[in-house]
């Protein structure tokens, strides 16, 4: 029965299984090189929960999981791995077949489909992901990204990376929310997973719309984006400080602006120049 349930649950790197349909014994990279500057992130867009991938509880080696009823304010730190060659072609939880060149993820709790931003806390770098697979189930572990994830996050070659996992939630009408931010705006990636009209957040009294390129838990590297940024923008940018379940985070952001048409234009610019992580998102002043 365990073998079963971990087959039903999908193999990652993780999760060693005896079961026969995988040819490999032990994980790898994929030969030759792969070019992630042009991959897109997965863009997130309202999935209705299902059954297939969120049976709970559920055990893996004698140890209980529950699935999470919603990923709404999601915001955990841990180590992510990664998986790749030797389950390319497999199926995951939920019975997708897992590509190990396409942005998605394994987690042991958070709901299958769901969607979560996941930042490299060493070097700033981000990616969305879309979670279709159970796992990882080692206690040090808190998410294995596809192997292409993982070069896009710069530690494929390590193995592992000290990470930020924050749930994008999408409601029925197309509002995004990342769990520590709000609603946001985001743009859509044509060939993705799926796509989401961009929203614009209202802006309440007190606050106004920012471009956001990153977000670190130590300021030296945010500090050194900032001046990036600064050099093709101007003064129009800030280091912000803010407290968060995760700890002390370090924002940078391009800002403010009234005009959400000028916030776009100004978040496709930095874009074009090399800021390709960056969210639309409300923020105090």
């Given amino acids: 029965m365990v073998i079963t349930l971990m087959m039903w649950l999908a193999g990652c790197t993780s999760t060693p299984s005896q079961d026969s349909r995988y040819t490999l014994s032990q994980d790898r990279a994929p030969s030759g090189e792969f070019d992630v500057s042009g991959l897109a992130d997965a863009v997130p ?18 140890k209980q999981y529950t699935v999470m009823a919603s990923a709404d304010g999601y915001l955990q730190q841990g180590v992510a791995s990664w998986y790749g060659e030797k389950f390319h072609g497999h199926k995951t939880s939920n019975g997708e077949v897992f590509n190990m060149y396409a942005m998605s ?21 981000s990616v969305i992901v879309r979670v279709n697979d159970r796992g990882p189930f080692h206690d040090d572990r808190l998410i294995d990204l596809s192997y292409a994830a993982a070069k896009k996050l710069d530690y494929h070659n390590r193995g592992t990376a000290r990470v930020e996992v924050a749930a994008i939630t999408v409601t029925p ?35 106004a719309l920012f471009v956001q390129l990153g977000s670190f838990s130590n300021r030296d590297p945010a500090q050194r984006l900032a001046d990036r940024a600064v050099a093709l923008v ?3 940018v800030r280091v912000r400080s803010v407290e968060t379940d995760a700890g002390r985070f370090h924002r940078v952001q391009v800002g403010p602006f009234q005009d959400s048409d000028v916030a776009s234009r100004t978040r496709q610019q930095l874009a074009d120049r090399g800021f390709v992580d960056s969210i639309l998102l409300t923020d105090t002043r």
Avoid: C, F
């Fill in 173 to 207: 009408d197309g509002a995004v929310s990342i769990a520590g931010e709000g609603t946001v705006s985001m743009p859509s990636n044509p060939g993705s997973a799926g796509t989401t009209p961009a929203v614009t957040p209202a802006l309440p009294p007190g606050n």
């Fill in 45 to 62: 867009r309202y999935e209705p929960r299902r059954s297939a991938g969120n049976r709970s509880p559920y055990t893996v080696w004698g």
């Fill in 234 to 236: 101007g003064p129009q």
């Fill in 105 to 125: 993820a394994a987690h042991k709790s958070l709901p299958i489909p769901s969607y979560a931003r996941v930042t490299n806390l060493d070097n700033g770098r």
